[in-house]
């Protein structure tokens, strides 16, 4: 799988960019995708908090960036700065975690809280982590 860089200005909302909707970037142009949010992600496990489990630790953040570019903005919230380093596309999160002093666990529960917001919840608002 080939990684393409992450710009500052998808990173970041607000840019100059127009249709830069982040819902728009996570799914695919597939025209038979359910368009439901909640019909969407209905696979994905749920914690106890009502939380759905967008990534885990062991996957890597380049390929969480990829696949969730919203995931960016919770993951400099936290101080993981490393979205747009080189060592993302090697490093899983738990790596990265420990790299910047943080506990994975934390890091996982503040990014799949903001991805359940932002995606299911409140599609397409830009909710700030």
Known sequence: MESEFISWDKIHKGTDKEDTDATSLAVAADPTEATDPIEKYKDLPVDEDGIRQFITKDMLIGDVIEIYPEAARALLS???????????????VEEASYVHGLDPDDVIKVVNDMLTTELIEHPGEGVTP
């Open 78 to 92: 936290v101080g993981m700065h490393c979205v747009t380093c080189g060592v993302a596309l090697y490093e899983s």
